[in-house]
């Protein structure tokens, strides 16, 4: 985790420094080398969220992205007493869940329904076989034009082909990230890829955007639920004689 209680404050870790998690109240502690980000960890295994899982330190990159405030905020349901720590929650209300290990499918399901307006940031580095799907995609994606105008905005009908299936049936926006801590720089593209959820026209709606853009859309609150559904609901309505490449 990046931050833990110090006398009742959030902190970042400080060497030598005694901090205690503020989900399940254990004693953690610094881990402030060289190497990785600094960051704490329990001092023992400890009965935290069952959500959570070790983090690369491209996870948590990309949780530095956003004011420390929106960082590891924990979640309680109050009909069930549920508790979960989310990644990263923005003010809009806009859940994101940051993610390079594999993920069953069920819990998957259980924190798509938990969080409700949420976007995945995925690890699409982490299967050789993932990347090699993907480096062919401008021959794959078909660009929507708006009269004279680009969208940026592109369908696909051969999603499974690109995309790790696993997570194709996502009801929410899921980005995928090729630049991974698995990631080959000299291969691996330069954008990331907005999966958009449901279909349109009978295929899968995409965005390929630089990481500050889609940091941009986040803190503009351009892919919460109801923006997201907006965009598909406008580009249903777009004749596809408009498509270009």
Not at 101 to 107: G, N, V
Not at 109 to 130: Q, T
Not at 207 to 219: D, V, Y
């Amino acid at each position: 985790m990046l931050t833990a209680n110090i006398d009742g404050n959030r902190s970042r870790p400080i060497p030598s420094a005694v901090g205690v998690c503020p989900f399940c109240r254990s004693e953690m502690v610094p881990r402030c080398g060289e190497v990785r980000i600094h960051h704490w960890a329990h001092k023992s295994k400890a009965n935290c969220d069952p959500w959570r899982e070790p983090e690369t330190d491209w996870h948590r990159n990309w949780k530095n992205e956003f004011p420390l405030s929106w960082q590891e905020k924990i979640f309680q349901d109050e009909a069930t007493g549920e508790r979960h720590i989310a990644d990263v929650h923005t003010l809009s209300g806009l859940t994101v869940e940051v993610q390079h290990s594999h993920l069953d499918p069920t819990e998957r399901r259980a924190r798509e329904e938990f969080y409700r307006n949420m976007i995945w940031v995925v690890d699409g580095s982490r299967l050789k076989g993932n990347r090699e799907k993907i480096s062919e995609w401008r021959n794959t994606l078909v660009e929507i034009s708006q009269g004279q105008s680009r969208t940026n905005l592109f369908l696909t009908d051969k999603a499974e082909e690109l995309f790790p299936n696993d997570w194709l049936e996502c009801p929410v926006p899921v980005c995928f990230d090729y630049m991974g801590p698995k990631g080959d720089v000299s291969s691996a593209p330069q954008v990331l890829f907005l999966l958009y959820p449901g279909t349109v026209h009978g295929g899968r709606l995409v965005e390929p955007l630089p990481r500050g853009s889609l940091l941009r859309a986040i803190f503009a609150e351009r892919v919460d639920t109801s923006s997201v559904r907006s965009v598909t609901q406008r580009v249903a309505r777009l004749r596809l004689s408009n498509r270009r490449r």
